[in-house]
């Protein structure tokens, strides 16, 4: 996993997002193990309890979980996963309405311009 931070957010929260992604695309699958906190804080070049409190905080989330000696998993819980896709999905949808909607794109006209554009990708 290529780890970049920038200022405008704590990299705990940083590594949180980009766990969350790596869930949701299936880049991390249902089950995968996950680098331990020292060997995680060293290949995000991060202080260890940083990489703690991240993982901590997915563990919260219910997206990961930890097993006694062998480490911390990507959880199985389909619903979890597709629950946090579903939430970064919203979150982008988001941002692309508004961007569009400043562009004079809104309700029809949006529909339409998507609709053109998915037949062109596909053609």
Do not use: C, H
Not at 29 to 42: M, S, Y
Request: no cysteine; charged share 30%.
């Amino acid at each position: 996993m290529e780890w970049r931070f920038d200022s405008g957010a704590a990299i705990y929260a940083q590594m949180v997002a980009r766990i969350k992604e790596a869930i949701a695309s299936g880049a991390l699958a249902p089950g995968a193990r996950l680098p331990a906190v020292r060997e995680l804080a060293l290949e995000a070049g991060v202080n260890p309890n940083t990489a703690q409190r991240a993982l901590a905080e997915l563990e919260r989330e219910g997206l990961i979980y930890a097993v006694r000696t062998s480490g911390r998993f990507v959880t199985e819980d389909e619903g979890a996963i597709e629950t946090v896709r579903r939430e970064l999905a919203d979150a982008r949808a988001e941002g692309f309405i508004t961007a569009m909607a400043a562009l004079g794109y809104t309700g029809d006209g949006l529909e339409a311009f998507l609709k053109d554009y998915i037949r062109k990708k596909e053609e």
